[in-house]
């Protein structure tokens, strides 16, 4: 599984790249897209729309669930991929590149201090397997 350096990650999976001007760009990563399965529908916001860190700003459907995007940072939408809602498998064949959901304005750009970095966030999907796992582990 990929977790490139240049990301910044939330608990929920999603990522986010920091760009220049206080943009930055946002999609689900390559675990979250692993753990949904085949990706049926996506649902995106409005150019413009402003939203808040940790608000709801897309949908992603797979043949298994429906998920909820959240926001990593707060913002106002620039540009959404539109390409995605006809071809929404793109997220599962590339998360971290032509897969990518919404790039905003950033409002508190300090937001980003609070994400995980990739080694924080590979431990942490480790962490969140081996508890999913260990379940029915009787040597606790």
Avoid: C
Wanted: charged letters at 35%.
């Amino acid at each position: 599984m990929e977790f490139p350096s240049d990301l910044k990650y939330t608990k929920e999976h999603e990522w986010v790249r920091v760009e220049a001007d206080d943009e930055a760009v946002i999609g689900i990563t390559d675990f979250a897209q692993d753990q949904l399965g085949e990706i049926v529908f996506v649902e995106l916001p409005e150019v413009n729309e402003e939203f808040s860190k940790e608000e709801n700003i897309a949908t992603v459907e797979s043949v298994k669930a429906v998920s909820d995007v959240y926001a990593p940072v707060s913002g106002t939408v620039l540009e959404v991929n539109v390409d995605l809602p006809n071809v929404p498998g793109t997220i599962n064949e590339d998360p971290y590149g032509d897969g990518w959901m919404v790039r905003i304005k950033m409002t508190d750009p300090t937001e980003v201090d609070s994400l995980m970095d990739a080694d924080e966030y590979e431990e942490y999907v480790a962490e969140s397997s081996e508890e999913d796992d260990d379940f029915d582990d009787d040597d606790e």
